[in-house]
């Protein structure tokens, strides 16, 4: 065979192996796209997920109770007031 001959042949077995290569990285580049758009979709989907089905409703009750003492608070706070009045009433009614 004639040098040429055998150039021309490994030049085709270069090329064919790189071809194999270059299919078997972008096959790799392609499932590692689709894990990585699944990973980052579970790692902010869970917590949406897990925030709107728990967490959203204990916070709203959490937030409720804390408006029902402080309205309780309030009403407390005015009942004291007309006590003290109710006390001030009754104290100036002894004192005459």
Do not use: C
Not at 37 to 54: F, K, N, R
Not at 64 to 76: K, M, W
């Amino acid at each position: 065979m004639d040098p040429s001959q055998e150039t021309l042949r490994e030049i085709l077995r270069l090329t064919q192996e790189n071809n194999r290569m270059l299919h078997k990285m972008r096959r790799s580049a392609f499932w590692g796209g689709i894990l990585k758009l699944l990973l980052y979709a579970a790692l902010l989907g869970i917590p949406l997920w897990l925030y709107i089905t728990y967490l959203g409703p204990m916070m709203q009750e959490v937030i409720q109770t804390y408006r029902d003492i402080q309205g309780t608070g309030a009403n407390v706070s005015a009942q004291f007031t007309d006590f003290q009045g109710m006390l001030q009433q009754f104290k100036d009614n002894f004192s005459q």
